[in-house]
């Protein structure tokens, strides 16, 4: 464990825990926002790259839109009654007194709007691929996996016609994309809502479903059947999962051209042998989605007997850690006609911590360190081109040339498990010469400096 990670309360000793009081007396990150901290960027670079390597060989560009937008483009295009909108966004106040721009919750209303605002639908060829890689801001309650502020990984395919194959192609790129971080136990559960017409069509049936049951729902699950009553099939209550037992299901309901675009889509997937699993109850809680929706999971691990005598563990339900859909509608909001979209995006937050928990990226660990010693003014003056010259010829150079001492330089070598060390001291500095010690023999030599890459790179060999 090195300074930077965060230690388990039970590890801590009592000064740990008194500078602790003390850093939260000062200033602690706000609620739900983290830092992601030196011990974690190495999963969140190679994250990066292997999501930039998936959508580059897959066609897409990449597009950053500003972090803060109108709110009422979320209102319009995620809808009233979701929860982003009704519970979830951070609107900014200005110094007018208005409240008319918000942080952004997520980022396909903002691509679409980008799309229309710069003519993209004249300006460039089609489909239009575009990617993002950013963060996105959502008033939830903190919990493992919910973050206030969270980053997603997108891909969005924009283009002048409704086919399956666009479906595909994003859900093929996001599963690639996981499969590149060799992420084991991902599972793509997939429905389609039909067009608009379908869902008018399946809400007035389950509507008419729940009406004798109507007073064994609470106050809200009332207002989620009058407002958004397909957010009731994805609910987690237990008592509305058993009301939903014998409930009609919406691919019953969908349009012959909604039918025939979903076999597709499947068709295309089985063709692909991308693994998917039919989940009638899979809805997504944005409005613009039309058509095909589904979300990437992790397969739940098989839960432990209880011990006897032990409190049975907690089974957290697997959280999505993407999903994606259709959302044709979108651009009629817009004034676009002829304009279709499909897209999915990734928390990022939900892939790494899976990732570490499957221990599928190694920590970087220096290769081969040397370990630079300066002693006394007159080297620590020069020691800065000579390091330069080293890390020039891709040798890996640590220091720590604020500290004066020999001892507590060499205590710094040990820890960094460097195998060599270069000691230069004011002789060495006039001499031009520099001493190389052997870390694991302690055995060392002076080697004239014009001479150092040449053996330092001989000894690492
Ligand atoms: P979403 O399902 O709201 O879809 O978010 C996508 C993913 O972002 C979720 O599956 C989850 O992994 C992550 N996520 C969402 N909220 C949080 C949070 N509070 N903390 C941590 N992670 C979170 C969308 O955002 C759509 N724009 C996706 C899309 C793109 N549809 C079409 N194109």
Redesign the pocket.
């Known amino acids: 464990m090195n300074n930077f990670q965060k230690k388990p309360a039970e590890v801590e000793t009592e000064q740990e825990q008194e500078q602790k009081k003390d850093k939260k007396s000062v200033y602690q990150s706000v609620r739900g926002m983290h830092d992601i901290l030196p011990d974690e960027t190495p999963y969140w670079r190679k994250t990066r790259h292997a999501f930039e390597e998936v959508s580059d060989f897959y066609g897409f560009s990449e597009i950053v839109t500003p972090i803060v937008e109108q709110a009422d483009l979320f209102i319009k295009a995620v809808g009233q009654t979701s929860d982003?909108v009704e519970k979830e966004m951070y609107y900014l106040k200005q110094k007018s007194g208005s409240h008319s721009l918000v942080l952004r919750p997520?980022?396909?209303a903002s691509i679409v709007r980008a799309y229309a605002e710069h003519g993209m639908r004249r300006s460039v060829q089609h489909p239009v691929r575009l990617s993002y890689f950013g963060q996105?801001f959502?008033h939830?309650r903190p919990q493992r996996?919910?973050?206030?502020q969270?980053w997603?990984a997108?891909?969005?395919i924009i283009s002048n016609e409704t086919d399956p194959i666009y479906d595909a192609q994003i859900i093929l790129a996001t599963y690639r994309f996981l499969e590149k971080l060799k992420l084991s136990g991902m599972l793509i559960r997939i429905n389609s809502i039909g067009s608009l017409e379908c869902r008018k069509q399946y809400i007035k049936k389950l509507k008419a479903f729940f009406k004798n049951d109507i007073k064994k729902l609470t106050t809200d699950q009332k207002k989620k059947l009058e407002t958004n009553p397909l957010r009731l099939l994805d609910s987690k209550d237990e008592n509305v999962q058993a009301l939903l037992k014998g409930a009609p299901v919406i691919l019953d309901c969908l349009s012959v051209p909604a039918k025939k675009h979903f076999t597709k889509t499947l068709e295309l997937l089985d063709e692909l042998q991308i693994p998917y699993i039919l989940d009638h109850s899979l809805v997504?809680?944005?409005d613009y989605?039309t058509d095909t929706v589904f979300?990437v999971v992790l397969e739940q691990p098989a839960v432990a007997e209880p011990v006897p005598g032990e409190e049975p563990k907690e089974v957290i339900p697997p959280?999505?850690?993407?999903?994606?859909?259709r959302?044709d509608p979108l651009f009629k909001q817009f004034n676009l006609r002829d304009t279709a979209?499909?897209?999915?995006?990734?928390?990022l937050?939900?892939v790494i911590q899976a990732l570490i928990e499957q221990q599928k990226i190694k920590p970087r660990v220096l290769k081969n360190p040397v370990f630079f010693v300066h002693i006394g003014d007159l080297a620590k003056k020069k020691s800065l081109p000579i390091i330069e010259s080293l890390r020039n010829e891709k040798i890996t150079i640590v220091e720590t040339l604020g500290k004066g001492s020999l001892s507590s330089q060499l205590a710094a070598a040990n820890k960094c498990n460097a195998v060599l060390a270069l000691i230069y001291g004011q002789k060495e500095a006039f001499e031009e010469s520099i001493i190389i010690r052997d870390m694991q023999t302690g055995a060392q030599e002076t080697i004239p400096l014009s001479k150092m890459v040449k053996i330092i790179k001989k000894r690492l060999e």
């Open positions: 982003i997520e980022n396909t996105f959502r939830e996996g919910r973050y206030r969270f997603q997108g891909l969005e997504r809680g944005l989605y979300e959280l999505s850690l993407g999903g994606g859909g959302y979209g499909v897209g999915a995006a990734l928390g937050e939900r």
